[in-house]
């Protein structure tokens, strides 16, 4: 795919990470009962359900079109911690995609991270709050310095999966200070966080569609 990163490969990425939230649907809930309200998954998947019928339907136009399409119906279709913070998320990548055709590997990089960006507005989360910050940061970072050290797309979008994994499996020790988690305090930790796991999805669902370049 040569790096470049356009509408239809865009809309693939939304979709495989919907097919990816669908199948570990249970898995998502069952870390979220451990210290949440056991509803991660099937928010997720109410969300990603509905983001996947809005795309079958009028094709979308640009790279920023199939982001603000996705934000928004999470937003709307997603209660919750999950539904706002990953709506703004991709409302901020759509914003970040602007008027482009296509992004190529750095400008795909932007926009994750205005992905990120839109997350900490919107949740004021930090490093070790144990978060899906936790997994979604250190994959950006490494995305950008595997880039920037000439790595093509693919290969730094595998890069930055494994960034994510080692950033969620870091929130199983952790003491939740954000979010529904938060209120357990001390025993919140021994516990892997469900948000970080199914961002980790998102990095997973770039590397599988984006990353034949
Ligand atoms: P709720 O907690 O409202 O039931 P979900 O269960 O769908 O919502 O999502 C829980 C996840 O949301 C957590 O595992 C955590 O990763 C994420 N989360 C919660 N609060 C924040 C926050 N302030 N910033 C970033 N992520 C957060
Ligand atoms: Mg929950």
Redesign the pocket.
């Known amino acids: 795919m040569d790096g470049k990163v356009d509408t239809v490969a865009l809309t693939n990425w939304v979709r495989e990470f919907g097919r990816l939230v669908a199948v570990e649907k249970e898995r998502l809930t069952e870390?979220?009962s451990a210290?949440?309200?056991a509803?991660?998954g099937v928010?997720?998947d109410r969300g990603m359900t509905a983001v996947l019928a809005v795309l079958a339907g009028e094709a979308p136009a640009t790279p920023a079109d199939v982001l603000k399409r996705t934000g928004m119906t999470l937003v709307s279709k997603?209660?919750?911690?999950?539904?706002p913070?990953y709506g703004t998320a991709f409302l901020r990548m759509a914003a970040a995609a602007g008027g482009a055709d296509a992004l190529d590997a750095t400008g795909f990089a932007k926009v994750l991270r205005a992905g990120l960006d839109g997350?900490?507005t919107?949740?004021?989360?930090e490093a070790g709050?144990?978060?899906?910050?936790d997994a979604l940061a250190p994959a950006v970072d490494a995305l950008d310095e595997a880039l920037a050290a000439g790595q093509p797309l693919g290969e730094a979008l595998r890069t930055a999966v494994a960034a994510a994994e080692r950033g969620r499996d870091a929130t199983i020790p952790m003491v939740a200070r954000?979010?529904?988690?938060s209120y357990l305090g001390e025993r919140s930790a021994g516990h892997q966080?469900?948000?970080?796991?199914?961002?980790t999805l998102l990095l997973s669902a770039a590397a599988t569609v984006l990353g034949e370049g």
């Open positions: 870390l979220d210290i949440g309200d509803d991660h928010n997720m997603v209660g919750g911690a999950s539904g913070l997350v900490v919107r949740g004021k989360a709050d144990k978060t899906m910050y954000k979010g529904r988690a966080d469900p948000g970080a796991t199914s961002v």
